[in-house]
Nanobody, 114 residues
Framework: QVQLVESGGGLVQPGGSLRLSCVASGFTLSRYVMKWYRQAPGKEREVVARIGSAGGSTNYAASVQGRFTISRDNAKNTVYLQMNSLKPEDTAVYYC???????WGQGTQVTVSS
């Protein structure tokens, strides 16, 4: 059974950092492109970052370019999102998923507020 478990969210002040983790099980992570998404209240889910199956290629939404870094450790079945210089507009529930997507995990809440 496929499972995606996101963690690492929390409350952080503007300018702060968080590192999100996504542990995958039930499928071979190394065979899949992976993405991090976020969904803010009242808004649609959006892609924030993408990483190739071997980790060699990454892409970012313009809104997070230069502040967020996606990485993966296929041996640990884990995908990461390092978020620096956080802004209030980064507040959202963050999810990871494969391409094509499996069923969604519960996500992890990130709140950026002073």
């Amino acid at each position: 059974q496929v499972q995606l478990v996101e963690s690492g969210g929390g409350l952080v002040q503007p300018g702060g950092s968080l590192r999100l983790s996504c542990v995958a099980s039930g499928f071979t992570l190394s065979r899949y492109v992976m993405k991090w998404y976020r969904q803010a209240p009242g808004k649609e889910r959006e892609v924030v970052a993408r990483i190739g199956s071997a980790g060699g290629s990454t892409n970012y939404a313009a809104s997070v370019q230069g502040r967020f870094t996606i990485s993966r450790d296929n041996a640990k079945n884990t995908v990461y999102l390092q978020m620096n210089s956080l802004k209030p507009e980064d507040t959202a529930v963050y999810y990871c998923n494969a391409v094509p997507p499996f069923s969604w995990g519960q996500g992890t809440q990130v709140t950026v507020s002073s």
